[in-house]
């Protein structure tokens, strides 16, 4: 397959957006007021005819259309059709937008609650595996007994924060924005005081401030009165089980994507795994904010503890039956939420989500990132301006509205300025002291807004020697903006 970002596929993008979308719609599921009035309707070019067909049979039909169809034959040169071959293989993708089954129906679903391992996912999905444990996902925690080089700063070099030896490491957790380090003491992990900021190279203490968090309530303040098993490792591992403290496997496994995986590494069907591209965009959605959310168990505390993850949940229930999502009072600043409702911190991209237009028109996680593995920065389909842009080309109809990209941003091409992200998902989100990730709103936070409710926007998060007044007034030379929406 051809690199999803490469030059072809924007190529094929654009011989698309001519010649197919308005009948196969922009992420090819033929779902257009065009194509409704066909007979045969278009086709899926997501759905298993166009998956299994071989590259020169999709030529061929571009090439010479498909008798007693609305399909022509596009006379176009050959390395036009190559390219519209290759970007048919890297569609946009988006989920149904179909009401869920019933919770009767999802009762009876035949996955059972066996559990395999990811290697024994190996076997038959070597390809995935393999990209995959070189990935974050598969190493969030590590032994350091185990890799030598999981420790990023000397331990050696003498510091006052680090209280601590390399023996005391049992577990490493993190590698880009911050690492920390838990001890072993029983059958419990504790954190210890100190964290490497990764970007910095500095050391920092750690220690999570009651106050802050909701389950700081529920434990003493220091650091070896609370055990990561409640507070951490649900979510970096596979069926952690609170009674004996015990994991499947530690790390992001495909169980915990795709459920337990028993029966299904036994008899391969597709009706005893599950594969969250198959489900409605709610519970497609579910899988990653099942961890990449701030909110709290139904009932808390849980079995005793205060745990800060869905206790027994697995894909293929549903997650609202053990989770909910932080909650939040509009013009309060929180510990979780600015003012108007945006994530104040990390671990704040589902809450964010699911209030965005994109979540309601089916755009799911795994619509931009591949958890199985990529070459691209947060493990995205494609370089970021190249991925949105699958779905938001110039005068498309999901916007901008503007002839050239160049226009909507009013910044010059390959500049900063110029990126979708730079300003509807700006660094906003605290990770560690000063460093920030990004705000999956998508929503365009305006100066004006900076100035009523204190939250950051995307002008001056770039131009930050500037004031909110200059942006304003910037914003307001642009003649494509709405001077009322640039007021708000």
């Known amino acids: 397959m051809a690199d999803a970002g490469g030059v072809d596929v924007s190529a094929g993008r654009e011989v698309y957006q001519q010649k197919c979308e308005t009948c196969h719609a922009y992420d090819g599921s033929g779902k257009t007021e065009m194509g409704a009035g066909l007979y045969p309707p278009p086709l899926d070019l997501r759905g298993p005819e166009i998956y299994n067909a071989k590259d020169g049979e999709?030529?061929?039909?571009?090439?010479?259309g498909i008798r007693n169809t609305a399909m022509p034959g596009w006379q176009l040169p050959d390395q036009d059709i190559w390219r519209l071959v290759v970007f048919i293989r890297n569609l946009p993708k988006v989920v149904s937008l179909s009401s869920r089954a019933p919770t009767a129906a999802l009762a009876a679903t035949p996955v059972s609650a066996s559990y395999a391992g990811s290697t024994a996912c190996k076997t038959c999905h070597s390809h995935i595996y393999e990209r995959w444990k070189k990935t974050r996902m598969a190493n969030v925690v590590r032994d350091p007994r185990e890799h030598p080089d999981a420790i990023i700063p000397d331990l050696s070099k003498p510091n006052p924060l680090v209280t601590f030896s390399k023996d005391d490491i049992a577990f490493v957790y993190g590698s880009k924005w911050k690492q920390r380090y838990f001890k072993k003491v029983g059958d419990d992990f504790f954190p210890l005081p100190a964290q490497w900021d990764v970007t910095h190279q500095v050391w920092r203490p750690y220690n999570v401030k009651t106050g802050t968090d909701w389950w700081t309530?529920?434990?003493?303040?220091?650091n070896m009165e609370r055990p990561?098993?409640?507070?951490?490792d649900g979510c970096h591992s596979v069926?952690?089980?609170?009674?004996?403290?015990?994991?499947?496997?530690?790390?992001?496994?495909?169980?915990?994507?795709?459920?337990?995986?028993?029966?299904?590494?036994?008899?391969?069907?597709?009706a005893n795994i599950v594969n969250p591209?198959?489900?409605?965009?709610?519970?497609?959605?579910?899988?990653?904010?099942?961890?990449?959310?701030?909110?709290?168990?139904?009932?808390?505390?849980?079995?005793?503890?205060?745990?800060?993850?869905?206790v027994g949940f697995h894909m293929g229930k549903r997650l609202e039956d053990f989770w909910k999502l932080e909650e939040h009072k509009l013009g309060e600043t929180t510990f979780t939420h600015f003012a108007d409702g945006t994530g104040h911190k990390n671990r704040m991209q589902g809450n964010d989500f699911v209030t965005s237009l994109m979540y309601t028109r089916g755009v799911?996680?795994?619509?931009?990132?591949?958890?199985?593995?990529?070459?691209?920065?947060?493990?995205?389909?494609?370089p970021a301006n190249i991925l949105c842009l699958d779905c938001h080309g110039p005068n498309s109809p999901n916007g901008p509205h503007t002839p050239t990209i160049e226009q909507h941003t009013h910044h010059k091409a390959g500049s900063q300025g110029?990126?979708?992200?730079?300003?509807?998902?700006?660094?906003?989100?605290?990770?560690i002291v000063d460093v920030n990730v990004r705000s999956h709103t998508f929503h365009f936070v305006t100066p004006a807004t900076t100035d009523a409710l204190k939250i950051p926007n995307a002008c001056n998060v770039c131009h930050a020697d500037k004031s909110t007044a200059w942006a304003t007034a910037a914003l307001k030379t642009w003649a494509d903006r709405s001077p009322w929406r640039v007021a708000e």
């Open 58 to 64: 999709l030529f061929y039909f571009i090439r010479n």
């Open 364 to 382: 799911a996680c795994f619509s931009c990132h591949d958890v199985h593995g990529t070459d691209n920065d947060g493990l995205l389909w494609k």
């Open 217 to 222: 309530r529920y434990y003493p303040e220091g």
């Open 277 to 310: 591209a198959r489900l409605n965009y709610i519970d497609a959605t579910d899988t990653c904010i099942q961890c990449h959310s701030q909110g709290q168990p139904l009932t808390a505390p849980t079995a005793g503890k205060a745990y800060d993850w869905p």
């Open 239 to 270: 069926n952690y089980d609170v009674r004996t403290k015990t994991v499947t496997e530690w790390n992001v496994g495909c169980e915990k994507c795709h459920g337990p995986g028993g029966d299904h590494v036994k008899q391969p069907t597709q």
């Open 418 to 431: 110029n990126e979708c992200i730079a300003c509807h998902m700006p660094k906003i989100q605290q990770t």
């Open 228 to 232: 990561t098993g409640p507070t951490c």
